[in-house]
């Protein structure tokens, strides 16, 4: 694992390269990688988990500390139904809010996570949140979602591991980790316990439902299941469905995760400290990480830089084989295994189409205008899948408005390039207030 002193040697070799010889506010301000990895460093744990010191899962439990966590219970005891066809008889989602909500309950925004997301979309890493919001330079005062003036709320999915019920959580029926008995969610699944946390806040539409990859599916199922409850929609390097290609990335992942002795079928949390899958997710993430960049990122940033001389061996002597490894363990400190292979599954499933005549009858049902972003870079969710959105969208009636972020930095440039998202969100909320 790469130590926090090595990250800051990594991050101030890309200052230098550009003849700046400190972490100067105003070169962060220049650009968008500069800042990413910046984040990333004044993140870090001070003390990462050594692995034979490390739990079975990275969830978080009860008993952790909070951070910004609230809770909101979907169902207690009753049931709630899941399109596999199984229930779930308790259901908790916990999400985090800014802002404040009006007495007309009319300035309401939903910010939708992606695969590894969570409630903590904006603010500082602290104790129940090891790492910093993940659209942090959006969401606050006078920034692009207003906190000023709206109200936000980020929710950590069905499935998840972040506080929302998972596979770590306990099964009422058993009192112990659901494990390899969580079934398998959908992105359908997920709005509807969304749903019930907007009528428990009193949200009856909002304003806007935003998000990226996973999150913009959730935004787009919004604007479809919930259509009356939908002002607009940002929809960042999102699709209509899946497709093969993208199924296709997952099985790998997930099968990596499978491979692994300590999944043990996905029954690992009682495994010990040092014990769990932590290789196989740390593999799934490093498959993962390969799509989300590019070639030209990764060329640029590590060459064929390797340890010098050349140590011929088989263990990892490039530049970006650490980078890789140190992505995989920063993942398994902070997610689950299982959860991983739900939510990366619930993403395989996304079809708008499904059992509802198609992909453009889907269409017809939206009534929210939309931004629909798209990297240009993107090779795993290709700006032709967005062109599709927004052209269907269009045909459809409901008006979308269509953004090109120009970046190479591939599928991570709805995260990564804020400042190109940041205009066009504040405009685009302006006028659909």
């Known amino acids: 694992m790469w130590q926090t002193a090595q990250v800051r040697n990594q991050v101030s070799e890309v200052f230098r390269s550009r003849g700046t010889s400190q972490l100067s506010t105003s070169a962060l301000c220049q650009s968008p990688q500069i800042r990413y990895e910046f984040k990333l460093v004044t993140s870090l744990p ?31 005891g009753r049931s709630f139904q899941l399109d596999c066809g ?40 602290v104790d129940g949140h090891p790492v910093a919001g993940w659209w942090e330079p959006l969401i606050g005062p006078g920034l692009a979602v207003n906190t000023d003036e709206l109200f936000v709320v980020c929710i950590n999915v069905l499935g998840g591991c972040q506080g929302s019920t998972g596979p770590a959580s306990l099964d009422p029926a058993t009192g112990r980790p659901y494990g390899s008995s969580f079934p398998v ?34 935004a787009l199922e919004w604007s479809i299941m919930y259509r009356e409850r939908v002002g607009s929609m940002v929809l960042a390097s999102a699709t209509a469905q899946a497709s093969a290609q993208q199924i296709a990335w997952s099985h790998i992942g997930r099968s990596a995760i499978e491979a692994d002795p300590g999944f043990q079928g996905g029954d690992y949390y009682e495994a010990g400290e040092g014990n769990g899958p932590h290789r196989g997710l740390a593999i ?15 060329s640029e940033r590590f060459s064929r830089r390797s340890a010098d001389p050349v ?20 993942l398994v400190d902070r997610f689950d295994a299982n959860s991983y292979i739900r939510l990366n599954r619930s993403m ?3 079809d708008i189409g499904r059992d509802r005549g198609g992909v453009a009858a889907a269409f017809s049902r939206v009534l929210a205008p939309a931004l629909v972003a798209s990297v240009t870079s993107d090779t795993l969710y290709p700006p032709v899948q967005q062109r599709l959105l927004h052209q269907g969208l269009l045909e459809a009636g409901s008006g979308s408005k ?15 390039e804020t400042a190109q998202l940041s205009s066009p969100i504040a405009q685009f909320l302006e006028e659909h207030a």
Not at 50 to 56: C, L, Y
Not at 192 to 218: E, I, N
Not at 284 to 298: E, H, I, K, P, S
Not at 402 to 416: N, T
């Open 402 to 416: 269509w953004l090109e972020i120009d970046s190479p930095h591939g599928h991570d440039g709805f995260l990564i």
């Open 348 to 350: 395989d499933f996304h």
């Open 311 to 330: 140590d011929f061996t088989t263990t990892h002597s490039f530049d970006v084989e650490n980078y890789l490894e140190y992505q995989g363990e920063k």
């Open 46 to 76: 001070a003390q990462p988990n050594r692995p034979d010191k490390r739990p079975p899962t990275g969830a978080w439990q009860p008993g952790h500390a909070l951070g910004g966590r609230k809770f909101h219970s979907v169902v207690d």
């Open 284 to 298: 799934a993430r490093m498959a993962a990480q390969v799509t989300y960049r590019t070639d030209q990122v990764f």
């Open 86 to 125: 199984q229930p779930l008889h308790k259901v908790d989602l916990a999400y985090e809010t800014w802002g404040r909500l009006n007495d007309s309950a009319s300035n309401a925004v939903l910010i939708c996570h992606a695969l590894t997301g969570d409630s903590h979309a904006a603010g500082r890493a």
């Open 185 to 218: 969610v959908t992105i359908h699944d997920m709005v509807r316990t969304q749903a019930s946390l907007a009528d428990a806040l009193g949200v009856h539409k909002w304003r806007c439902v935003l998000g990226g990859s996973m999150g913009g599916m959730q």
